[in-house]
Structure formats: C-alpha cells, structure tokens
C-alpha cells in the first residue's frame, strides 16, 4: 500500500458557503417570489475595461498567426509583464528588482505552492482569516499559533511579549480579508521589527491593495528593512477584476538569505519543476492593465464598489453599528446587532430583508458575533438592501 | 531562523540547456555565418487553427460585456470543458466520470502538484526519464528506484521479479519523452497487473497520445482494471498546440482507494485549497480544440510534425543507424553513429551540420550514448537538416 499525507485527515471541511446555499434553498422553498440580493461573496461583477479586453483579442489573434505564434512562455513570466510590475511599485517609491517578480496564475495558488520550499516552521496566523492559510498549513504539518483580532485592536492584531523566543512563518494580509481593516505603516513597522528580532519570515498578502484610499502602505516594501524578510503575494483579481483570467505574482526578495539559503533560488527552483508559466494571453491582459491608462480605467471599476463601501458605511455608522472596513476595502466587517450570533444574524438578514452576507465565524472563532458583507454588488442592490436593513436596524 | 525545505539542497542543477546554449554561442562566435537548424526543444511551433483563435476572441469580448462577464471559475473546471474531455475518451472506448476530471493550467503543474497529496512512499522511475518526475521526487524525499531503460528493452523497461515485494508510486510515460517509444496494450497490462499485486499507483502521463497512429493504447483507462490504480495527466500542449496557453487536466477515479481513502476527494481538497481554476478563455480554447472540427484542425498540425517525423525516421533508418520513436510521437531516440557519446555526437552535429539536438545523457545516466531530435521545427529545415546529415552520416 502506498502512503497518502496523513495531514489532509485533519482539515476540517469548510461547510461555510454550503450551509449558507442550504439555508437560502430552504427559504426560497417556503417564499418562492423572495427577492434575494446576495452580498456574500468576494467576487468582482463588473465586466472587464475595454482596453483589457482588445488586448486579449490582439494577443489572441498573435497566436493564430506563424511569425507572432508563441510557446511555451518563460517559467516566472514575460518581462513585459515583469517591468510593469516593476513601474507599478515605482508609484509607491518601492524599487523591486526584476529578477525577484514571479508571474503566476493567481495568489491563491502561490499562497499554497510557497509553502512547498519550506520545512516545518511555527505558523503565526491572524484569528479571524481567509480560511487557505490555516488549511494550507495543516496540509503541510506546522505548528499554527493564532493571534486573535478582536474589537479591542480593531482586528489588527499587533506581535505580543509572548510571541518572542521562536521564530515563526507570518501571514500578513492588510487591507484584510475578511475584516477590511489595513494596517498603518507604524503598525507593519512593528511587525517588520518583531520578524527582523525572531528571525522571522513575513508572507504579506497584497490581494487588496489596489483599493487603498488613505494613508495606509500598499507593499510591505514600503517598510524600512522589509525586503530582507517579507515575501509579498499580489494578484490582479480585484486591482483589474481578473478573478476569472487568473493571473497574479509574487515578489521572493534576492535578499532573503535563510542559514545562507537564498530563498529566491528555492522559488525558481520550486517554479521551474513544477510550473509551467501563465498564459501569453492572460499576461498581455495583465500587462495593459499595469499601463497608466489600464490602471486609469481599473480604477474606474474599483471607484464603483468605493462608492457601494461608502453607502453601507455610511448606513452602519448612522445605526450605530460597530464596524471595520469600508474604507481601503470592499468589505464591511460588522458587529452583530442586537446581540445576535454570527448565523443568528444571517438568519435575521435573510429572512427580514431578503439580504445575504457571510457569517464571520466562518472565518475563526474570534469572527463569531461578526459578520462580512461586500461591495462588489450592483449600487442598485446595494441601495435596496440599505433600504430593506433600515426598516428593521 | 525558520527551517526551509532541505530536500531542495539534493536537487541536481540541472545544465542541460544552458550548457547547450553555452556550446552554441561558443560555436556562433567563431562562425557567425552558420545557419543553425534547431531541433533540439521540445516546444510547438504552428499557430494556433483559426477556430480556437475564434474561440478566444469570442471568449475575450464576453468579459467585456456585463451579461457575459464570467468570475471566479469553478476550481475543477468548466463542466462545458469536463464533458468534452469525456466525450474524446469515448473515442477510445473509455468512460470517464465527469467528477473524475480536473482542468489545469498544465500538466507539469499537475506533475508536481500530484505529490501533495502523499506520503513519503517509494518511486519507480524509468531511465531516461523526464527530469520533472525526478526532481519533484527529490523535493518530497521520496525514495526513488530506477528501472533501465536501454536498447535491449526498446526503452519500454517491464516490471521485473526484484520489484515485488515493495509498493511504488510507478511513472509511466507513453508516447515516451524523450525516447519517444509507447507502449502496446500487453506492456501495459503487465504494468497494471504489477500495480495490482504490488498495491502501487500508476502516474501515466499522456502528454503525447495525440501523436499515436499505431494500434497502442491512447489513455492507461484501455487496460481493464486501470481505474483503480492510476491516474493520468493530459495536456493540450501538443495536442492543440497550447505550450502558450496553458491548459491540461488530469483524471483521479474516484474508484482509487487506498486504506479507505479516496484520492479524488484528497486531490479535490488540495486543488480547491491551493487553486482557483483555469482562465474562462483558456477553457474555451480547450474546449473548441476538443470539438470534432477542432480535432480535425489540431490533427492537421500534427500531421505536419509527422511528415517531418517520417522524415527523419527514413532517414536514420536508410543509414542504419538505431532509433526508438517516431512513430506516434515527435521524437526520434538515436543510437549516437560512430560509437559517440551524448555530447560528443552533439558537438559533431553542431560542427559538421549545423544541426541542434539533445544529448540524450541531460535524461539520465541510460542516455549516454544516445540522442534527442525533434520534429518540431519547419519542413524546410528538417529537410535541409537532412541534407547536410546524410553528408557525413
């Protein structure tokens, strides 16, 4: 008999989005006509901008033509994808050398693959979190130590005296999914000293960035000393609405230097054997996008959730609701009125306003009592469900 | 200090195609003049049928358009996609089911990816071999054992009595890269049969059965009994010419079982943890491949790499110069004339025809002395090629 990873065995089953279709299918049974408006998931809705979508059609038709036919494209991507990564962190005075960018298919599949190159570690992961952190973690056997955000440190846990003597693998992600809250420079300040004096490495997830509006970094690089240890996961998914193009990058410093182990070497190692590059399509896509004017016009779509984050903020703040989020974000993390559960209050949206969002237990133990909702709804939608939710908040 | 992955410190650099590179900017310098003919590379050429063009252009301009705007897709794959792959193995007389096939972005991915889910287990690994199946071993530190290839076997090595007693994870590569032989129905049901006793698992790589014409088996599934016992990665790399593209899938019957185990749930888990599917317009491409007017479109750019197969295989054979391949497959595996080794054959061809090729020892210690030329490149040059070969050869 051969051996499977034993590890798998210990992941709990995320019945999360599962219970949550159950629970609409039930109620839709009993009220056919209900008309349900669904603020639950984090996925983008807006159609992609024109000069995008050109692009995809001139590289699509490149390829059906011998003298512009391309092949197998280069392992860590096309370097004209690469210098527009590099000129897009010029925008926030952060200098990346090209040979440390790494195309790829999109930050989930990096978030998971990084862990390939290393061996067992003491993970630190925020309490609540996107649940492929804990899960990837668990795949691989580390040791997971949870830091918990909470109201008291508007869910932007800090490192604690406790937390020295060991060094640790830390998952960063700000603006944070799913609590919408972004850390500020002085708060990855500490986190960049705390990882320099245990000999720690941070992963910081970048997915977010693209709708910062405030004074808050976009790049962990933005951080004094952050590029000797912090390796920084970015995707296009929500910055130009790529969730169903799939492209994304990570950024291994050549300065991550582990017992004399470079780790950038270990990243173009683990992606020359087990990766074979990102579409040319989907790269030219992802190129355009990363021009002045693709960025111009990506920021048009962001504009439009900002504008659906600020109705649901404005509504939560005049209720009185304790929220995260909203601003840098498309999610608003609210506090469960009436003092109701996570479900408890799912249950009370669904049925009293025909409103869905996520339970924030889903999310860690420390999301119960909370709950997400998101912008990426139509503003019509938007509006309707603000308009519903304030006859019965 | 956290602890990397120390497996990676045993991987071999490997120089193969740099060295190669180095030899002829070497040669280059001295004789800028050459015309250098390379069929060396196993990559596509051809542009892509203008139906697949047309499908991606389509596919492109719907993402421009709110009502047809696709997100997150689904993390398996497109089921418009699945059920085409299903309907291809019908052509072969095998049934697959649908929650069987998982779409990727390519089957060296999947390659990799695959050992995730397993323990620490023993290896059979044929020699020559593709360095992909030996090197991600390495980073598991798995335990792997070698089965010779060699001139006596025809490059199809047989499991023999000195396996038994073990369980292996077993790579078997037909249409072989890089000697391009394939095994017969029998060969594969005695490796099926050995899997059975032995409790192992088959990893079949297809990557090239789009090349068979002969009566050899296309999908490891046309052995009875395979289904639980092996899972098989395809790609549409050579088959649709998608080296640029991206796009693969891989089968895990749900019918593998291993101490009560499914491998299918397991491999579900790891993809939906650590990947977010395949891009819309990559998909469809796949999926008009997989048409019937795709197919025919696909098998004429096959047929131009065939021609120059046949080619070159009339050519070896009118000199008496041993090979392996061919037929049903892009490479042709030469015994190196004149009692040559890999590299010395290699500088020969360089110097006296200007002609790129493999050495044939870059796929293992049984390659010695042997050599890799592709039919890749245009019917020009495989012709001229030729020429200047049957001049000294």
């Known amino acids: 008999m051969i051996n499977i990873n034993t590890n798998y065995l ?66 860590f991507g096309h370097d004209f994808l690469r210098n527009n990564v590099k000129a897009y962190y010029k925008r926030y005075n952060v200098d990346i050398d090209l040979d440390d960018i790494f195309i790829s298919d999109g930050a989930k599949s990096d978030m998971g693959n990084l862990l390939d190159i290393f061996g067992k570690n003491n993970i630190l992961i925020p309490d609540p ?23 008291d440190n508007n869910f932007l846990p800090l490192p604690n005296d406790s937390l020295y003597g060991k060094s640790y693998i830390i998952y960063i992600c700000s603006p944070n999914n799913p609590t919408g809250a972004s850390y500020n420079k002085e708060q990855l300040k500490e986190w960049v000293s705390f990882a320099k004096k245990t000999e720690s490495l941070i992963i910081y997830d970048a997915a977010y960035e693209a709708f910062i509006d405030n004074d808050v970094p976009h790049s962990i690089y933005e951080i004094d000393g952050a590029s000797s240890i912090a390796i920084e996961v970015a995707s296009f998914s929500k910055f130009a609405g790529f969730t169903g193009i799939r492209c994304g990058y990570t950024i291994v410093p050549s300065s991550i230097n582990i017992n004399g182990v470079l780790l950038n070497k270990l990243w173009k190692r683990r992606q020359s054997t087990k990766f074979n590059g990102v579409s040319y399509i989907t790269q030219v896509a992802a190129s355009v996008a990363l021009t ?65 969002g ?18 990426f709804g139509t503003k019509e939608d938007t509006l309707e469900a603000i308009r519903r939710m304030d006859l019965v908040l």
């Open 10 to 75: 210990n992941l709990k089953e995320s019945y999360l989005f599962s219970d949550i279709n159950k629970k609409i299918k039930e109620y839709k049974k009993i009220n056919p006509d209900a008309k349900i408006i669904r603020l639950g998931i984090g996925d983008v809705t807006l159609p992609l901008p024109k000069l995008i979508v050109d692009g995809m059609v001139k590289a699509s038709q490149e390829m059906g033509v011998k003298d512009t036919f391309r092949g197998y494209p280069p392992e």
């Open 358 to 375: 996520t339970p924030g237990v889903g999310f860690g133990k420390n999301g119960e009592g909370f709950f997400r909702i998101t912008s």
């Open 129 to 151: 979190v996107y649940p492929v952190y804990l899960d990837t973690n668990i795949m691989h056997n580390n040791n997971v130590i949870f830091i918990d955000g909470n109201k």
């Open 292 to 356: 002045t004017e693709g960025i111009k016009e990506c920021q048009k779509n962001l504009c439009y959730y900002k504008e659906n984050a600020r109705l649901l903020k404005e509504f939560f703040k005049k209720k009185g609701i304790w929220f995260s989020g909203g601003d840098n974000s498309p999610y608003i993390w609210l506090e469960c009125p009436f003092g109701m559960s996570s479900w408890e209050f799912f249950q009370f949206l669904l049925e009293k306003c025909n409103v869905i």
